[in-house]
């Protein structure tokens, strides 16, 4: 029996069949939200399989060179977690051989939500369960029969209840934090806070994703990636396969002068630049591969001259710069979002439709700040792609699939079980696009965070201590940091029944820029950083600056209302700085 000839359809018509069958194929996963649904429907699911092989092609290390990953030994995880959120006298405690008590966890912990409080928890409960471990095959020794109690006085006395045996009671703060939280202060984003500021934040961001992903996508728990590292000879730094960290080393020394930014290699900035220039309206961009022969040349002359190259001079085009920019990040020995995270951003599409944007604002702000600066100006860049998709065709779903496997595809054997897993590969690309429809907001501080943070410092700056040791005084409330933390006095008059129009809500005083006080100035509900520096006849190169109080220093942003912030931070002293000069500042 003859075959009967497969009709030619028309272009149109195989794109509908294409559509139909990506849909069928998209529906038939699990969906945990309708709204993770409907993103997961607009994928391209033949071609994200695709770029997935092509990152898994792309790990060019070699076995010998790779760092080999070490499993945890009993406890150790869960102590580095307690120092890494500023615990580390807990932790301590259990070093010496002293197990960790309610009343230790209690101290510690004032100030936490019970959430955070049991995220602690379960670590020192497993540190304790390690202690009576070891302690049970300890061999017995002479001075455990005989104790020299003169050395030790303390020795005589029984420990006191171990926290497993004995549950912590939550704090009594947490009316106090809802009506901070509620109290409509405009965002903060994270690089206008001080560096002692984003420690805060990232410590208690830390605490705060644990809770989530323990208590609302079981299985999830943050476990850190550790690898022996080798150490690298300085020659071998390549601009292809090394760490960020290294080429950014590399390139301060080497080309302080041309870096765009101190935070980024030389290379990256360039190659966003110049699709920048060159690319943005072009079709298919970083969806159409560049030519080879033309990849290599370009890839030889970047290495010979060590990512500072003029690419417009070596006949670079659009799509040869655009294979560049994912080689580059998937060559990477560590990966963009670090060995440590990348399985737990795909691990938010887990969480309920309300969870899963915060829970990333919170993980973004746990990387590293190289790679948390390249990361921000990707996603930036890729936005602004996006927004030209009526001409190049590449919105934020197409950017998505083109770019999830390049920046979540995971080295050795869990890449090869992504290579498998069409669920898996879904959720990054889910977890991408989500990210890049949401890239502004996605970089503000929760506000529960903030106002947790200034919740701590007031009770700080008023004797009402947060937490007796030091350690929780230091991740709330850095010394060096805080400005007048000592002064309980506000530095705010409010006005009651003001007869001006607009209606005066406070007056503050202004620091300007040569250290001139502006006392008086006055402040309305519709007062913002903007409309104030235009008041005080501020260039526009300048900004409002917070100072002081319970915060230690951010920059805020031109339409923050003034009100809601006084409001907050009543002891705050606000500056007027060149915005140039607030790194230097802060």
């Known amino acids: 029996q003859k075959v009967p000839p497969l009709k030619k359809k028309k272009r149109g018509e195989a794109a509908g069949a294409m559509g139909d069958r990506r849909k069928t194929v998209a529906s ?24 997935f092989k092509e990152a898994a092609s792309s790990q060019v290390h070699d076995q010998k060179d790779e760092e080999e990953e070490v499993p945890a030994a009993e406890g150790e995880a869960e102590a580095e977690w307690l120092e890494e959120v500023g ?34 928890k379960v670590r020192v409960d ?53 009506r ?37 996508a079981k299985g999830t728990a943050i476990r850190p990636t550790r690898r022996k590292k080798k150490k690298k000879s300085k020659d071998k730094v390549s601009v292809f396969g090394s760490r960020l960290s290294e080429l950014v080393e590399r390139d301060r020394k080497l080309y302080k002068a041309k870096l765009p930014d101190q935070d980024m290699p030389l290379l990256f900035s360039r190659l966003l630049a110049f699709i920048r220039e060159k690319g943005m309206e072009e079709e298919g961009i970083f969806r159409k ?14 290495e010979a001259q060590k990512g500072d190259v003029d690419l417009e001079k070596l006949d670079c085009r659009p799509h040869d710069a655009a294979a560049l920019l994912k080689q580059f990040l998937r060559e990477t020995r560590e990966p963009l979002l670090t060995d440590e995270y ?12 309300d969870m899963q944007l915060y829970s990333l604002q919170l993980l973004v702000m746990l990387l590293p700040k190289i790679n948390r600066m390249c990361l921000r100006e990707l996603l930036h860049f890729l936005t602004d792609v996006a927004a030209l998709s009526d001409v190049n065709r590449m919105g934020s779903s197409n950017l998505a699939v083109v770019f999830a496997p390049t920046l979540f595809y995971i080295r050795g054997q869990k890449g090869q079980k992504m290579l498998k897993e069409v669920e898996m590969q879904v959720s990054t690309a889910a977890t991408l696009k989500l990210m890049l429809e949401n890239e502004t907001t996605l970089w503000h501080v929760p506000s529960d965070i903030m106002a947790q943070i200034r919740f701590v410092n007031d009770q700080r700056a008023s004797g009402r201590k947060a937490s007796k040791p030091k350690e929780v005084k230091r991740l709330l409330s850095d010394k060096k940091k805080v400005r007048n933390d000592d002064s309980q006095s506000e530095n705010v008059e409010w006005v009651e029944n003001s007869t001006e129009a607009p209606p005066v809500k406070a007056l503050v005083p202004v620091v300007m820029s040569n250290s001139d006080v502006r006392h008086g100035v006055k402040i309305t509900e519709h007062s913002t950083a903007e409309s104030l520096l235009k008041t005080l006849g501020v260039p526009e190169d300048f900004c409002l600056v917070e100072v002081g109080g319970n915060i230690g220093c951010r920059r805020l942003a031109m339409k923050a209302l003034i009100l809601p912030i006084l409001r907050a931070n009543p002891r705050l002293s606000l500056r007027v700085i060149a915005a140039s000069e607030f790194s230097s500042f802060a």
């Not at 901070?180 to 961001?205: H, I, M, Y």
């Not at 591969?289 to 970047?302: H, Q, V, W």
């Not at 990348?342 to 439709?353: D, H, R, S």
């Open 28 to 51: 038939s996963l699990p969906h945990r939200t309708s709204e993770a649904g409907l993103r997961r429907d607009s994928l391209d699911l033949e071609l994200l399989h695709q770029e």
């Open 289 to 302: 591969a560049g030519a080879s022969a033309r990849i290599k040349t370009l890839r030889e002359a970047i």
């Open 342 to 353: 990348i399985e737990t951003f795909a691990a938010t599409q887990q969480l309920g439709k």
């Open 87 to 120: 615990l580390e006298s807990l932790s301590a405690k259990v070093k010496k051989g002293k197990p960790i008590t309610a009343q230790d966890l209690s101290e510690q912990t004032q100030g936490f939500t019970p959430a955070q409080v049991q995220a602690v």
């Open 126 to 178: 497993t540190l304790n369960g390690t202690l009576r471990s070891k302690q049970k095959n300890r061999k017995t020794d002479a001075r455990d029969l005989f104790p020299d109690t003169a050395k030790d006085d303390s020795a005589a006395e029984p420990d006191p209840e171990p926290v497993s045996a004995a549950a912590a009671e939550p704090d009594d703060h947490q009316e106090e934090l809802a």
């Open 180 to 216: 901070r939280s509620g109290l409509g202060e405009p965002a903060t984003r994270f690089f206008d806070l001080s560096e002692a500021d984003q420690k805060q934040v990232q410590c208690l961001n830390l605490i705060q994703l644990t809770s989530v992903l323990e208590t609302t």
